[in-house]
């Protein structure tokens, strides 16, 4: 008898026990079902140095009776810079913030190609500071005082911030700079005059360049083997159901379902878009631009000396995203693509985080023809700016002349007055690519003037396009 009460009892005592914990289990069941926000949007890592892309296209230095630009990416400059950057974002909220029209007389300037927005350097860096994005906005130039360890100035387009900070050094970026040999490198003139007006920027006095440089395009529309390869990559596990074909002009074609569209074109343009993507939240720019490095990086990767050339807002259907261009430099100069086919290095379309649109243009330079390619005079770059100033008056009047004594009119697109406003002036390779089989690169001088942009045959003066 009092073995079965104890028996009852344990067993009591059990049946207690499992609801207690049966419970605890089912009170506390609903936490498993909620879980943070950054749990269902999970942050996007980069897995690519994205600071290799996230670059400026070219170094200007200053300091004492030197001057020169950089295009190449070199001796750690940039690295120093970006150190000086996020020690600046890290302490905005205790440094000194002006805004200063002021230049320093001795200076290490890094250019970017347009204005890159600051969330991205901010959000890569892992500074949350709504005042910086408000402030800064966008960075198109960094600015580093050589005669000044603990500043820095951001040029965002429109105005230059000027932050100071004990947390700020730039003795490691000066020690690079004092110990930089520009014997070397380009010379510049400065105050250069044609007729009576004075050019406001310094003017390369470079005289040789290698031309013509002959080039590949990455892809070969022909090599169906790597072609497929690259579709497969794509396509991925659905590469089953793709539908393949090719055009009478022999562009290469891979459709799945009418959503997913990869284009290889006999040029080597590779083109894709994806219309299945549905975006479900609002687009930050860091996300994206994360989106699109994590993608070059799987597909195909960067090209050697890349950069990320420009970032604008995109609309589509009703989405708002965000197009990044890259570009990258060819024999340590800039290469251009003709605007007459709309072509550029590197072009991706992101909505919300995922990537719709991706075109590829990349060429290399052709290696088994290095022996037809040399280092050839160019005409100064003051002379074919010269070359090129309509000198006619307005009020000129044109004399018709017969059929037998036409001639044809050199058309020169620089009005005088508008030689005091060029503000950028540089040796750079452009691709015509408008004929298929044509792969060479012609060197060119480029000459800014406000919003414009000539493009001149750096041999013959000539002008090539205008933008």
Known sequence: ???????????????????????????????????????????????????????????????????????????????????????????????????????????LKFDFSSNIPVEIFTGH??????????????????????????????????????????????????DLVKSYNFENKTKYSFSEKIGDETLQVPVPLEETALNPVFVQSELDVFDIETINEIAKDYFKKDYDYV??????????????????????????????YDASIEPKEDPEVYKSFAAAVNFIREFLGFPENGYLSNV?????????????????????????????RANSALQIDVIGNNVVSYKRFIRNIDSSQMDKMSQIQVLPAIDVIARNIDTSEPDEILIEESPEEETIIELKPIKKEMVKDISNIYLAYFDISRIAKE???????????????????????????EW
């Open 125 to 174: 860096m892992k500074v949350e500071n709504e005042n910086i994005i408000n402030t800064v906005k966008n960075i198109k130039n960094v600015i580093i005082d050589l005669d000044d360890y603990n500043s820095v100035y951001l040029y965002n387009g429109e105005s230059t911030v000027k932050i100071q900070s004990s947390k700020i050094d730039n003795k490691k970026l000066m």
């Open 312 to 340: 604008e807002d995109i609309f589509l259907e009703g989405n708002e995203g965000y197009r990044y261009t890259f570009s990258y430099n060819i024999l340590d100069r800039p290469i251009l693509f003709s605007r007459v």
């Open 1 to 107: 008898m009092l073995k079965n009460k104890i028996k009852n009892i344990i067993l009591l005592i059990m049946v207690l026990v499992c609801i207690y914990l049966s419970s605890n289990v089912w009170l506390q069941l609903p936490e498993f079902f909620t879980y943070s926000k950054s749990e269902q949007t999970p942050e996007i890592e980069i897995g690519a140095d994205v600071w290799k892309v996230l670059r400026p296209i070219k170094n200007i230095i200053k300091y004492n009776d030197s001057y020169t630009v950089v295009y190449s990416h070199e001796k750690g400059m940039w690295e120093e810079a970006l150190i000086t950057i996020n020690n600046a974002f890290a302490d905005f909220e205790n440094s000194n913030i002006t805004e200063t029209a002021a230049f320093p007389s001795q200076f």
């Open 243 to 272: 539908r393949k074909s090719i055009e009478v002009s022999g562009n290469l074609i891979y459709v799945y379902r009418t959503e997913k569209i990869l284009k290889i074109n006999e040029e080597g343009l590779l083109d894709f």
């Open 439 to 465: 792969q060479v690169l012609r060197v060119v001088w480029v000459v800014e003037i406000n919003e414009k942009t000539f493009i001149f045959n750096a041999i013959t003066d000539a002008l090539i396009e």
